[in-house]
Structure formats: C-alpha cells, structure tokens
C-alpha cells in the first residue's frame, strides 16, 4: 500500500493564545508550532503499518507556506518517506483543503490516506468526511483501532453507546482518534535521515485545481474572564450556593 499522510501546523496545545487586537487573528509573536496532535497519531499509525509489512511507501503532505519547514521535517523524522508541500498560504476552509488533497491523492495515486479526525485550531472535523466524498471512497472516522484484512480495514471506533466496529474496502479514508496510540518521540538518526528525504513544493496550479474558500473569518476574541472560584467548608454550603446564587438546582 502507498499511505498519504495530510497534516496540518497548529499552534502547541500548550501554547497560551492572544488574540491580535483588531480581531483578525492570533499573535504569532512566541507561539510555538506543531503537528496537529491528531495527525501525529495518524503519522504513528502509518508508520506502524510500514513497519508490519502492509506498506510500502508513506507521503505526507501539507499546505502553508515556509513556515511549515520544521513540522515537514519533523513528519519525516519520524519514519515518512518523503513530503510535498502545496504552497498556498491563503486562509483556506475545509472543502477546498479537500479539494487540493483529492488532487494530490489523485497525482499519488495513493491506496488509502488517515489523517486526524479534526484540528485543534478551528476543530471543524469536516476535511476527512469531504475528501472521502470527493474520491468516492468509503471512509471511517473516529477510529481508536485498526486492523487489515483480506482487502479491508477493520476500524473500531468509539461512541456514546461502546464499540462500534466498521469494516471499509480500499482504497478508503481513515480520520483518527486520541486513544489509537501514542505517537513515537523524533530520534536523532531519524532526524539526520531527514535530511536527506525529498521534499517536493507544488501548487494548487501544478494540481490543475482552482479553489477559494467558501467562508470568511469575520474576528476573533478571547473568552470573557471568569471570576475566581470559591471553596465552601461543606456540602451543605455548596447545595446552598448552588441553589441560591447559581440557582442551578
């Protein structure tokens, strides 16, 4: 199998946000960058796949512009065999991501492409669901578990009511969840192997695909602040507090 790998830089859960003060974004000012934490699984879990004998190639791809440098290495520090950045550094919305990646699975020709279930930035969860829809290929979400078989994947996925297990042919489009592993940290071998692994630029143009996106951010602002908590001696106090300040109950 040949997997494509999608992945998007985010900022570092980690990482406290400001919003700048005309509202038309975040301060980028000491913010640092990553892999979106759900694509880095669905990375771990392409590599694991590679390493059991059922692929034979896996690319990763990306869209931005030179500041995704250092998120590219890192994927390919992991184990990815090499990277292709689509140079578009346009503020771009869930269906024409899907688009340009349709055109990269397409170029690849690529058996199956996993990617997270959604970003941590916008948490759309929509990219996954359109691509599949724009392939015309089955597809699995939430995914905490994954297993071939005879042409298959076998997904576990977990919902509100337990395991739920969905069974999809190939080619196919997986979107993953936190609980499907623990992603490896980058080795200093890996690290000095990607060095030497191709990064192809391309874009949307190269793809023969035209997009522009269907929504607009219009601003940003941070939450309200909240007031300090408060500790009460006992529960009876609480049941009072709540009942009489709150008046939740």
Do not use: H
Not at 184 to 208: F, H, Q, W
């Amino acid at each position: 199998m040949k997997l494509l790998l999608p992945f998007k830089r985010v900022p570092d859960p980690e990482t406290k946000i400001r919003v700048l003060q005309d509202g038309s974004g975040i301060n980028p000012d000491g913010v640092k960058f990553v892999i979106n934490p759900f694509d880095e699984i669905a990375l771990e879990e392409a590599l694991r796949i590679k390493e059991r004998g059922e692929a034979n190639e896996l690319v990763c791809v990306t869209i931005g512009g030179d500041e995704c440098a250092e998120q590219i290495r890192t994927a390919l520090a992991m184990g990815c065999d090499r990277a292709v950045l689509i140079r578009d550094e346009r503020p771009l919305d869930p269906y024409a991501i899907a688009r340009i990646l349709k055109a990269v699975v397409d170029r690849e020709q690529s058996n199956l492409v996993i990617m997270g279930k959604q970003a941590i930035d916008d948490d759309s969860n929509q990219t996954g669901q359109m691509l599949a829809a724009l392939l015309g290929w089955p597809q699995a979400t939430f995914v905490s578990k994954l297993v071939f078989s005879n042409g298959r994947a076998e997904c576990t996925r977990e919902t509100d009511d337990g395991l739920e297990v969905v069974r999809v042919r190939l080619p196919a489009v997986i979107t993953t969840d936190l609980r499907l592993n623990e992603p490896r940290y980058v080795s200093l071998p890996g690290i000095m192997r990607a060095r030497n692994k191709p990064v192809e630029t391309v874009t949307c143009g190269d793809l023969g695909v035209s997009v522009a996106p269907r929504t607009t951010l219009l601003k940003l602002s941070p939450p309200p602040s909240r007031p300090a908590g408060e500790r009460v001696a006992t529960v009876e106090e609480l049941v009072t507090k709540l009942r009489e300040e709150a008046k939740v109950i």
